[in-house]
């Protein structure tokens, strides 16, 4: 059992140490589950994920997602752009991917 706390231990300082990293420890809860399902979205699609796969995929409500979503935008992190696809849409990209 011992070991298993050790993992859990050493895997959270690693976490730490990503988020100081990528500049994210200021991140609130709801930003930092937003931000962490943006990534793993992303590996699916490089055209960006649209706000319901979010919402399905956060478990958040969408109130708290387009929250969450404006202000990652406001911050530069994330950019919003409507669907080509589907205009009643939005795709969300990380900024790195977007530019």
């Known amino acids: 059992m011992k070991q298993f706390y050790e993992n859990i231990s050493d895997a959270l ?9 990528l500049n994210i420890r ?5 930003e930092l589950k937003v931000f962490y399902t943006i990534i793993t979205r992303s590996g699916f699609s490089q ?8 919402v399905d995929n956060s478990g958040m ?3 708290t ?3 969450t979503l404006k202000k990652l935008s406001s911050e530069g992190i994330i950019d919003i752009n409507q669907s080509q696809d589907d205009g009643r849409e939005s795709l ?8």
């Not at 200021?26 to 709801?30: I, K, R, V």
């Open 13 to 21: 300082n690693m976490l730490n140490g990503l988020e100081k990293d």
């Open 26 to 30: 200021h991140f609130t809860p709801n």
């Open 47 to 54: 055209h960006g994920s649209n706000i319901t796969e979010i």
């Open 92 to 99: 969300v990209i990380l900024n790195s991917l977007a530019k």
């Open 65 to 67: 997602v387009y929250k």
């Open 61 to 63: 409500s969408r109130s």
